[in-house]
């Protein structure tokens, strides 16, 4: 079986496997327990936040809550900064939809609810965001990598357009889809919020963070034993806190060979394609992750592409997997993207794992399911 679906999940890294029985045998107790093992696997808890901030440079200026997603903490954010008087809201259109849905849920109970268009790079429509940036937003949200595209937002940029204009915006962002992939540190992208989460980046599922710059206030939105400064009850997730932390240890020692491994995948990807006779569309150009490739194969539709690679053991995505039962692609239609393209497009994304060989392998099952479909309608 050949796994071409990384923005979707990843497999845990090994190393993180090796250490389970180790963190099992030693920090299995309560981290609330006022006994010493209650108190070591607290301190071990500490550590591995620690270690968080310090990998991101943020050790001076922000804090970090463990949650059980990274759809919680862009909840957080956004749900637990709201408040009464909460002015105006931009947040982008081509966000998850945990970021995309809450939002949405804002806007209905009254909030007012702005959406800053992409172009057709997939990126945030500087002018539509300058445009919309007025004195009185008092929260931003725009993700740094797409998840669909892999588009990269200037997150750094924007920010220093939204201060310019409030200096007390507060902004957030989604970096799931960059956190281990690219390399940046908080302080370069002077963010006020940003979210992650551990299973993009082979650690478990089910555990998110959020770094919450020092001063900024939020109110819980879930309630209960007060753990986490009473930002988000529920008895911390030992083992999954630490496959985050370890994940993001090795995924920043080793990106010098990550990084230039997958870039040559998705060349070599586009290469092989270049040479056949298929029709296709790449929606990935311009400031792109490599990891992340959206493609439309003309004439073509997804879902049946997608069973058919599934039989020839290729599993491919299409779109976000928390979304794929919906109809429609509200990100690619933003940024222009035709019906027909819409709908013949799959989504590629590699993880450090793959090969060239893989690669070589799913050019070959892409022709031969391409092909096949298309001679069966014609
Ligand atoms: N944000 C982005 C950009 C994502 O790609 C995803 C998952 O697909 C999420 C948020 C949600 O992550 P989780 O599965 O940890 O809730």
Redesign the pocket.
């Known amino acids: 079986m050949l796994f071409f679906d990384n ?2 999940t990843t497999k845990v890294d090994k190393d993180i496997m090796n250490d389970l029985a180790m963190i099992n045998d030693k920090y299995y107790y309560n981290p609330g327990g006022l006994y010493e093992g209650g108190r070591d696997s607290r301190a071990q808890l500490e550590h591995c936040r620690w270690e968080m901030l310090y990998n991101m440079c943020a050790e001076e200026d922000y804090d970090l809550v463990y949650t059980g ?4 903490a ?1 909840n957080l954010a956004l749900r637990g900064f709201v408040k009464k008087n909460t002015r105006k809201i931009l947040v982008s259109m081509g966000e ?1 939809p ?2 995309y849905n809450t939002a949405m849920e804002l806007k209905q109970q009254g909030y007012n609810v702005v959406f800053v268009n992409l172009n057709k790079s997939g990126c945030v429509d500087e002018d539509d965001f300058r445009e919309k940036m007025t004195s009185d937003v008092d929260l931003i949200s725009i ?1 740094h990598v797409s ?1 669909e595209t892999g588009a990269i937002n200037d997150i750094s940029s924007l920010v220093n357009i939204a201060k310019s204009v409030n200096s007390k915006v507060v902004f957030h962002c ?1 970096g ?2 960059a956190f281990g992939k690219l390399q940046y540190t908080l302080p370069d992208l002077g963010v006020d919020m940003y ?1 992650i ?1 551990a ?2 980046l082979h650690g478990f ?1 089910g555990v ?1 963070a959020l770094y919450v710059k020092k001063g900024i206030k939020l109110k819980p939105i879930i309630f209960g034993g007060g753990q986490e400064g009473g930002l988000r009850a529920g008895t911390e997730n030992i083992m999954g806190i630490f496959s985050l932390s370890k994940a993001m240890f090795i995924a920043q020692g080793d990106w010098h060979k990550n990084y230039p491994h997958v870039e040559k995948l998705k060349e070599k990807f586009i290469e092989l394609l270049s040479k056949t006779n298929l029709k296709f569309v790449i929606h990935s150009s311009g400031n792109c992750s490599p990891y992340v490739v959206s493609i439309s194969f003309l004439g073509c539709r997804a879902e049946t592409v997608l069973n058919m690679l599934n039989d020839i053991g290729i599993y491919v995505g299409n779109g ?3 979304s794929s039962r919906n109809s429609g692609n509200r990100i690619l239609e933003n940024m222009g993207v035709s019906k027909p393209e819409v709908e013949s497009n799959i989504r590629i994304s590699f993880s450090k794992y793959n090969t060239l060989e893989e690669v070589e392998e799913l050019v070959q099952g892409l022709i031969k399911v391409v092909n096949q479909y298309l001679s069966k309608i014609v």
Do not use: P, W
């Not at 997603?69 to 919680?72: D, V």
């Open positions: 923005a979707s997603s990274a759809t919680e862009n998850h945990s970021v993700m998840n989604d799931v889809q979210t989460s299973h993009k599922k998110g976000s997997a928390c």
